[in-house]
């Protein structure tokens, strides 16, 4: 089992950057493939980012291609999330999750989940 804890959210300007970190507990960080969901008001959670336990092959919603980049760091036990040239409408609650078994894109894919890190993104 892994415990998750998100941080880095904040509100920024349309235009700017944040990068998001996810702890993880345990020693097995490097056997989880790990990825990135959001949640606005009154939407579904939506696949942001996911990528291999090594690290290989990340990838990503049309909607953030090209401006948002998922890394990891097996030593840190920790998944980042580059967000740059961010748009009013990348405003959610950001989830890191994690699945021992290759989970794509789906929310009921990722057993463990992390509490959520708010982002807001003013025009």
């Known amino acids: 089992q892994v415990q998750l804890v998100e941080s880095g959210g904040g509100l920024v300007q349309a235009g700017g950057s944040l990068r998001l970190s996810c702890a993880a507990s345990?020693?097995?960080?490097?056997?989880?493939?790990m990825a990135w969901f959001r949640q606005a008001p009154g939407k579904e959670r939506e696949f942001v980012a996911h990528?291999?336990?090594?690290?290989?092959?990340?990838f990503y919603a049309d909607s953030v291609k090209g401006r948002f980049a998922i890394s990891r760091d097996n030593v840190q036990n920790t998944v980042y999330l580059q967000m740059n040239t961010l748009k009013p409408e990348d405003s959610a609650v950001y989830y890191c999750a994690a699945a021992s078994l290759y989970a794509g894109t789906t929310v009921v894919g990722y057993p463990y989940w992390g509490q959520g890190t708010q982002v807001t993104v003013s025009s």
């Open positions: 345990g020693r097995t960080f490097s056997s989880y493939n």
């Open positions: 990528i291999t336990r090594s690290g290989d092959n990340p």
